[in-house]
């Protein structure tokens, strides 16, 4: 009699826990990841926010998730001026015209993927809509020298505590493949 609810149960978890997604990861090879210690995020005022088609919320709660493991790995925030990386993100809206927008201010290069220079730890697939994508950006150099995407999902129907939880999932995930 009670057999059932609890197979379903197990069941339910097992499959919510076998697909858990990968984050994807291309990085340049060139650069010194391990001398990294600060970070630091765009202003709201900057060409990097115009580039951006985000509510405040949802805002908010991907930058308190990069805070939030960029401190679990040891990282400090730091000024603009003064940092050594630069964290930029995009939700994928299924513009061109956006995404195409976002890459031009972080500066990467999608053709530039099959130099040489870049690597990759795990499969780095195709962007599509839902995809959040983070870059960590060489502030010397203006341009991006790490790229993750992973596949968000979000859905207009979950609440702000559920669409948080997913946020920082997806944000640790992705930084756990942060070049050592």
């Known amino acids: 009699m009670f057999k059932t609810p609890i197979v379903i149960t197990l069941l339910t978890f097992l499959i919510a826990?076998?697909?858990?997604?990968e984050a994807g990861v291309v990085y340049h090879d060139g650069f010194d990841f391990s001398s990294v210690k600060s970070y630091s995020l765009y202003d709201r005022n900057s060409t990097f926010t115009e580039a951006q088609g985000l509510?405040?919320?949802?805002?908010?709660?991907i930058e308190i998730a990069i805070e939030r493991s960029m401190a679990e790995q040891n990282f400090n925030y730091a000024e603009l001026d003064e940092t050594d990386l630069i964290v930029t993100y995009h939700l994928v809206s299924g513009s061109r015209k956006d995404y195409a927008k976002y890459n031009e201010v972080v500066r990467f290069c999608t053709f530039c993927l099959q130099a040489t220079t870049w690597k990759t730890d795990q499969q780095y697939s195709a962007i599509r809509r839902g995809s959040l994508i983070v870059d960590l950006v060489d502030p010397k150099q203006g341009r991006s020298v790490w790229r993750s995407v992973y596949r968000l999902d979000l859905e207009?129907?979950?609440n702000s505590a559920e669409t948080n939880d997913r946020i920082k999932q997806a944000i640790s995930a992705m930084m756990a493949k942060y070049p050592r």
């Open 17 to 21: 826990c076998s697909s858990m997604k």
């Open 156 to 158: 207009d129907r979950e």
């Open 55 to 61: 509510l405040d919320t949802r805002r908010n709660a």
